[in-house]
């Protein structure tokens, strides 16, 4: 089971048998959007100004994969694991238009 705080920002992972901890990370703040992508092992976060990538190493391990830049308050997103893409809303703000930024899921 996967755990998101907000402020700090972390990613917790949970045994979803015993309630144990399996893994505490740094992640970033102010998360609104978390997917898991099963069939690549990840867990995406779209938070405070950033997409934090988390991939599973083993059952036990994970690690930050990468922090890629976002926008300003864009922090609402989706996966679509039939299309291998993931998609990040990004707000009208400052005279910049809104926009979606869509990545294609690498293996």
């Known amino acids: 089971m ?3 705080t907000r402020n700090p920002g972390k990613l917790v992972v949970l045994n979803s048998d015993d ?3 399996v893994a505490d990370l740094p992640a ?5 959007a978390a997917a898991c992508d099963a069939q690549h092992k990840r ?5 405070d100004g950033f997409l934090d990538v988390f991939e599973q190493k083993d059952a036990d391990h994970y ?3 990468a922090r890629i830049p976002g ?3 864009a922090k609402t997103a989706i ?4 299309w291998n893409r993931y998609y990040l809303v990004v707000p009208h703000h400052e005279g910049k238009d809104a926009e979606v930024r ?3 899921i690498q293996p």
């Open 2 to 4: 996967f755990v998101v």
């Open 63 to 65: 690690a930050l994969l």
């Open 19 to 21: 309630g144990k901890v």
């Open 79 to 82: 996966l679509v694991p039939e």
């Open 102 to 104: 869509a990545w294609d």
């Open 43 to 47: 867990v995406y976060l779209a938070g």
């Open 28 to 32: 970033i703040g102010l998360v609104d």
């Open 71 to 73: 926008a300003f308050r």
